[in-house]
């Protein structure tokens, strides 16, 4: 009878100390996996932080290039467009219009009634034609059609409120528009451009080394006035 007890009573302890061990390697675990947790969570916050400070120096230096590119782009514009106003005059004047010098910069214009605002690069006055030209770098066919709405906005502008701005006040509000768009540089595969612009009644200005010249217009070409 006491051997069975002893026999029972070792079983239960057995148990017991299985139970009470399965409990440790139960609370090991669970601290191993919180500690493991806790690193990982910490890795990934580090991570997220490594990625953020290189997303902001990247957008720094992203930002820092744009404006380096439009300075020099501005630059680039501005001898672009001194090279081509300061020989364009005698250009016009051999197809027939009065314009003399000087040539104006950057007539800007502002509706804010019509909600409407624009800048022309080059503007040439003849006694009631005014040329508006826009000059670009490269010559694109989404640069003739702006340049055309951009006319078309100054039109409505000018028929509203008349010319109120130096150098112009002394035009008559039914003064013509007419367009011409200028490149730089127009590459052979973008003559398209030149077409385009023809066939929408706007005069193409080129830079070809030293000089500059008025793309010879095609049989049945038509200016466009606004």
Known sequence: MSAQQLTYEGVLEMFRETDRLIKNQGAEFDRLMKNQAAEFDRRIQETDRRI??????????????????????????????HMIGERIIEKFQALGYGVTHPVRR?????????????EFDLTLVDSDIMILISVKTYLETTDVRKHIEKIEEYRRHIASVGFVQPPFTHLLPTTRFIGAIAGAVVEEEK????????????????????????VPVPEGFKVREW
């Open 191 to 214: 003559k398209e451009v030149i077409k385009f612009a023809h066939e929408n009644g706007m005069y193409v200005i080129v830079q070809s080394g030293e000089a500059v010249e008025i």
């Open 106 to 118: 950057n007539c800007s214009f502002v509706n804010a009634k019509m909600g409407i605002e624009g």
């Open 52 to 81: 953020q400070e290189r997303d902001a120096e990247y957008d720094r230096v992203r930002k820092e290039m744009n404006t380096k590119i439009g300075k020099l782009g501005n630059r680039i514009g501005d001898v672009i467009e």
